[in-house]
């Protein structure tokens, strides 16, 4: 009898930690289904107001590079150069207003398979290492920061070029993206005009020019700009180096913005107006990133990102629960 009574409340227990675990699965996959890509990141959360198109910034061409993903940027790598062909992102007015502070994290690309570059190739070579997708451009995630400072987001590039008019033209992309809000960018070096001379043991080449592909596809004016510029110092005005995207096509050898239909790619490509583009230099008043701090996002991002985060923080939860109420019931029925 005792027995008897002993497997009715073992059975019993039983019964609830299943009826638990079926509410708790119920749960966790409503929170899944409301971020059917998986948990939410910074990232992501930008690409949720419906203003973005998904991989339209990035190109196409014949290289034989590896494509690698980072937080907030895609490149592809070219071995015999040590230095990726094209860096691809999505620029927002609100990725420029982020508040991360700048790293300094210089190290290789562990995800590059053949291996990138070395510090040891910069070093005392008298050359930068040159951002391609600048810092400032991910202050919005401390991932995406940390990640701008791979080697392989990097190229050797002239100090006064570095530091002088390639800085310039990075600070006026971020006010092309704080006045469209959304822009979409390609930037590299030129290697199709080699050889080249080498910096380091790996022989890291050191390109002579320098692009930028700028798409704006919101309207009213669907618009793209593009710049090539030499690896060295000027005090020319950044306008005179303005190109369509059909130029800068032609001597990189690559096919930007192959996603755009083939009416939109013909127009916008084809033709480059400068008065619709702002050149101001983007500045903050003061902070961490470079000499600029962040405004506020506008409430959309912000309630974005909050939704965002009480999404992700119940997901972690049910996860931690389900996990324990498993071992629960596997140490029961043992």
């Known amino acids: 009898m005792k027995k ?27 929170a899944i289904l409301l971020t059917p890509d998986g948990p939410v990141t910074a990232e992501a959360a930008f690409s949720q107001q419906g203003q973005i198109i998904e991989g339209l910034e990035i190109p196409k061409s014949d290289f034989n590079g590896q494509i690698v993903k980072h937080t907030g940027y895609t490149l592809c790598y070219s071995e015999t150069d040590e230095q990726p062909y094209w860096v691809a992102y999505t620029l927002t007015k609100d990725k420029i207003n982020g508040s991360i502070s700048r790293q300094d994290n210089f190290r290789p690309d562990p995800a590059i398979t053949t291996q990138s570059a070395a510090l040891s190739d910069y070093r005392g070579s008298g050359y930068d290492r040159g951002h391609l997708i600048p810092a400032a451009d991910l202050c919005y995630s401390t991932e995406a920061m940390d990640d701008s400072f791979f080697l392989s987001n990097m190229s050797p590039q002239a100090p006064q070029f570095n530091r002088g008019i390639w800085a310039d033209l990075e600070a006026t992309v971020r006010n092309f993206a704080e006045n469209e809000e959304v822009i979409y960018v390609v930037t590299g070096p030129i290697l199709t005009d ?38 060295e110092g000027s005090n020319a005005d950044i306008k005179s180096f303005a190109l369509t995207i059909d130029d800068v096509e032609k001597m990189s050898g690559i096919d930007f913005f192959p996603l755009l239909n083939d009416a939109d790619e013909n127009k916008i490509e084809a033709s480059v107006d400068t008065a619709l583009w702002d050149f101001e230099k983007f500045y903050r008043s003061s902070g961490s990133v470079g000499n600029t701090a962040a405004e506020p996002n506008d409430s959309a991002t912000s309630e974005v990102s909050i939704k965002a985060d009480i999404i992700v923080t119940i997901q972690n939860i049910l996860y931690d629960i389900f996990g324990e109420l498993r071992k629960e019931i596997l140490s029961f029925l043992k």
């Open 4 to 30: 008897k009574r002993t497997n009715t409340k073992k059975h019993s227990k039983l019964k609830k930690l299943l009826l638990t675990l079926l509410i708790l699965s119920a749960i966790l996959l409503v």
């Open 194 to 231: 080699g050889p080249y001379e080498t910096i380091g043991k790996n022989e890291v080449s050191i390109p002579k020019y320098y692009y930028k592909a700028i798409l704006d596809y919101s309207e009213p004016e669907l618009k793209a700009i593009g710049f090539i510029l030499p690896n």
